[in-house]
């Protein structure tokens, strides 16, 4: 992440012809939120006097505790590479912090509350936690009306090559896009389904990283308009195919390098990674609702297309919950790949985070790694190995949630109870709706 000053930000403003600011900030389903003002008003926006109504953020407050203002990150300044279509100039944004009026940060913003359990690493004994995650989406057609259609944009397969894979443009121009943002893109490809997607970037520390999933999705939403198609990060949107995740690649630091990584143990991780490996498994449960935040989720959460459903972990083996790559001294980490791109990264993050750390400071033992294929295991098999499965359903997540305080203490009081209560909202109504399957199935047989 880049470092910018008022004045380097004012100067950058002017050289580059911005015209209006957009001050983007999260809720707590994980949706963009901004206000636009002009360039104009730079300077009051720099000096955190721009107030909004926290209560119409659904999450945020109550009409009464509305006035809520906007604390800009300097460091996120960014100048979009587009040009205004009816006036000349540029469009430019900051990522910002939510406070209350009183200057304190609101407990209700997700990216105040993942600072707040960062400060807890510290308080620990560690420096930096770094992500680097990797999103998959899908591309379906537009209509002749420029709404989505239900039609994928190509049939293609993992790795393939156009002609097969006809959004090899497309995914070209969002590759360009990022890295004209500063994005230090590490790979681009066609995944596994007809019409999915994935482009990786390297890792960043918390903070940044969050951001960086957050300009990611709005920078692949908007290209793929471009080429008349439409990009979801919606986990499951076309059944009996495989559905799009976010795994997310984890790594502590201390002052003298990865905590993960011990040259002398036999496979060269470190008790701290076995620890922080065993608070994961802990609480996979419980966490599950966060990083898995919608009904959809668990239409992907399913055995036979990939998705990780069983609590264990292991090396090479790519079907259980947790997986270690090779890669060993810096590049040591802990792959979580049960995350689906509908999560909040902020609120996701926080509660692995406090997650892995409860197991540290507990000193937990992890479990033996599994390195047969879970997949192929009857239920019996799992028993005797002590493989237990992530809920099956949003409402199963949220009833494990509600049991687990140390993930309820990574969200905050303020957090866990409004998150708890959309979703019991989203799975009554779920509940309530009646299924084209359900049509198909039984209206004429019954």
């Given at each position: 992440?880049?470092?910018?000053?008022?004045?380097?930000?004012?100067?950058?403003a002017k050289?580059k012809?911005?015209r209006f600011l957009?001050l983007?900030f999260?809720?707590?389903?994980g949706?963009?939120?901004?206000v636009?003002?002009?360039?104009?008003?730079?300077?009051?926006?720099?000096?955190?006097?721009?107030?909004?109504?926290?209560?119409?953020i659904?999450?945020?407050v109550d009409?009464?505790?509305s006035?809520m203002?906007l604390?800009p990150?300097?460091?996120?300044w960014?100048?979009?590479?587009?040009?205004?279509?009816?006036?000349?100039g540029?469009?430019?944004?900051?990522i910002?912090d939510?406070?209350?009026?009183?200057?304190?940060?609101?407990?209700g913003?997700p990216?105040?509350n993942?600072?707040?359990?960062?400060?807890?690493?510290?308080?620990?004994?560690?420096?930096k936690?770094?992500?680097g995650?990797e999103?998959?989406f899908f591309?379906?057609k537009?209509?002749e009306?420029?709404?989505p259609?239900?039609t994928?944009?190509?049939?293609?397969?993992?790795f393939d090559?156009?002609?097969?894979?006809?959004a090899e443009n497309?995914?070209r121009?969002i590759?360009?896009?990022?890295?004209?943002?500063?994005?230090e893109?590490?790979?681009?490809?066609?995944?596994?389904?007809?019409?999915?997607?994935?482009?990786d970037?390297k890792?960043?520390?918390?903070?940044?990283a969050?951001?960086?999933?957050?300009?990611?999705?709005?920078?692949?939403k908007?290209v793929?308009?471009?080429h008349?198609?439409?990009?979801?990060?919606?986990p499951?949107?076309t059944a009996n195919i495989s559905?799009?995740g976010?795994?997310?690649n984890?790594?502590?630091?201390?002052?003298?390098?990865n905590?993960f990584?011990?040259e002398?143990?036999?496979?060269?991780?470190?008790?701290?990674?076995?620890?922080?490996?065993?608070g994961?498994l802990?609480?996979?449960?419980s966490?599950?609702?966060?990083?898995?935040?919608?009904?959809?989720s668990?239409?992907?959460?399913t055995?036979?297309?990939?998705?990780?459903?069983?609590?264990a972990?292991?090396?090479?083996?790519?079907?259980?919950?947790v997986?270690?790559?090779?890669?060993?001294?810096m590049?040591?980490r802990?792959?979580?790949?049960?995350?689906?791109?509908?999560?909040?990264p902020?609120?996701?993050?926080?509660?692995?985070?406090?997650?892995g750390?409860?197991?540290i400071s507990?000193?937990?033992t992890a479990?033996e790694?599994?390195?047969?294929?879970?997949?192929n295991?009857?239920?019996i098999?799992?028993n005797e190995?002590?493989?237990?499965?992530l809920p099956?359903?949003?409402?199963?997540?949220?009833?494990n949630?509600?049991?687990?305080q140390?993930?309820?203490?990574?969200?905050g009081q303020?957090?866990?109870?409004?998150?708890v209560?959309?979703k019991e909202?989203?799975w009554s109504?779920?509940?309530?709706a009646?299924s084209?399957?359900?049509?198909?199935?039984?209206?004429?047989?019954?």
């Open positions: 992440m880049s470092s910018f000053t008022k004045e380097e930000i004012l100067k950058q050289e012809e911005v957009r983007m999260t809720d707590i389903d949706i963009i939120k901004n636009e003002v002009p360039v104009s008003q730079l300077e009051k926006v720099m000096d955190n006097e721009i107030a909004f109504d926290g209560s119409s659904d999450g945020f009409i009464d505790q006035d203002k604390h990150d300097l460091d996120t960014l100048v979009f590479p587009w040009a205004l279509e009816t006036v000349k540029t469009i430019a944004r900051f910002c939510v406070y209350n009026p009183d200057g304190t940060p609101f407990a913003d990216r105040s993942l600072r707040r359990v960062l400060k807890e690493m510290n308080e620990a004994g560690f420096t936690f770094n992500l995650p999103p998959e591309l379906f537009l209509d009306n420029g709404k259609s239900k994928l944009n190509d049939n293609g397969g993992y090559l156009a002609p097969t894979d006809l497309c995914r121009d590759v360009l896009e990022l890295e004209a943002l500063g994005f893109i590490e790979a681009s490809h066609h995944e596994v389904a007809p019409g999915q997607h994935e482009i970037w890792y960043a520390d918390a903070i940044e969050c951001d960086n999933i957050q300009t990611f999705k709005l920078i692949v908007t793929a308009r471009k008349g198609l439409h990009a979801t990060f919606m499951k949107p559905g799009s976010m795994h997310f984890m790594s502590l630091f201390t002052e003298e390098g905590a990584f011990d002398a143990n036999v496979d060269q991780l470190s008790n701290t990674a076995y620890q922080f490996i065993a994961i802990d609480h996979a449960k966490y599950t609702a966060i990083c898995n935040p919608i009904v959809n668990y239409k992907r959460l055995p036979g297309f990939e998705a990780p459903v069983y609590v972990w292991s090396g090479t083996n790519r079907t259980p919950l997986r270690v790559p090779a890669s060993r001294g590049s040591t802990v792959e979580l790949r049960s995350v689906d791109p509908s999560a909040n902020y609120l996701a993050l926080a509660v692995l985070l406090k997650a750390l409860k197991g507990e000193a937990k479990p790694p599994v390195n047969r294929d879970i997949f295991m009857d239920q098999e799992r190995n002590n493989i237990e499965s099956r359903t949003l409402y199963e997540a949220v009833q949630l509600k049991e687990d140390t993930i309820k203490d990574a969200l303020h957090i866990f109870e409004r998150f209560s959309a909202q989203d109504n779920y509940s309530l009646v084209e399957w359900e049509t198909e199935r039984y209206f004429e047989l019954y």
